[in-house]
């Protein structure tokens, strides 16, 4: 399997990645970060937050924070602005 080829399952398990055997705990770690500055009623707290620093630099925390908290705002900005999604990314609805 090419880099290229294993990139593209992990794509196709990113939705399911709790359950994947894909993902390395790193990425684990971001995908979890992810989703606890997303949605509102999680929180990212002291201990969490010392479990990522343990697998990323300061810098690569801010780029991850970053780039999640941007797809954030465009996921608000776009529906308001009739901006339509280009079928690149399915979420499920939460439960």
Known sequence: MTETEGGLEKVAEVLGWRDSNLFSPSERLALEYAER???SDQQVDDAF???LRMHFTEAQVVE???AVAFENFR???NPTLGVEAQGFCLVPRRK
């Open 37 to 39: 500055i997303t949605y």
């Open 49 to 51: 937050f010392a479990e």
């Open 64 to 66: 991850l924070t970053a």
């Open 75 to 77: 996921s608000k900005l």
